[in-house]
């Protein structure tokens, strides 16, 4: 059984009858708060103000959180944005001149930008 099998079970069919042995409480709630933001605050709300819930509960109470859907729902993996390696370069080496990190540079060029 794979993390997918679960998911499968908690959005469409929702009998709960897979075995528990592999089941991972935390990859479960995880996979899916991926949904939408209203899933996640439902999770956080609801399944996850325990963390102490056995594994078997933890299966039940999140195909509970959810109505039953048709088909399940595609995940959008957030990917983190890459950053040009000229554009690293010129961080860094103006990062240097100010005498400041480049995280700090990095935050200080966003900000700027939310200004403008």
Known sequence: MTIFDYLNDIQ????CSLPI????????AR???FYSDKVAIKINESVNYNAALEK???????????????YAKK??????????????ENLSILASNLEMS??????????K????
């Open 56 to 70: 078997d509960m933890h299966y039940k109470l999140l195909s509970c959180c959810e109505p039953k859907i048709k």
């Open 31 to 33: 996979w899916m708060s």
């Open 21 to 28: 042995d592999e089941y991972n409480n935390f990859m479960a």
């Open 75 to 88: 995940i959008n993996y957030i990917k983190k944005k890459q950053v040009k390696i000229a554009e690293k």
């Open 12 to 15: 469409t069919t929702k009998k």
């Open 102 to 111: 480049q995280k700090e540079l990095q935050e200080l060029v966003e900000f």
């Open 113 to 116: 930008q939310l200004l403008d």
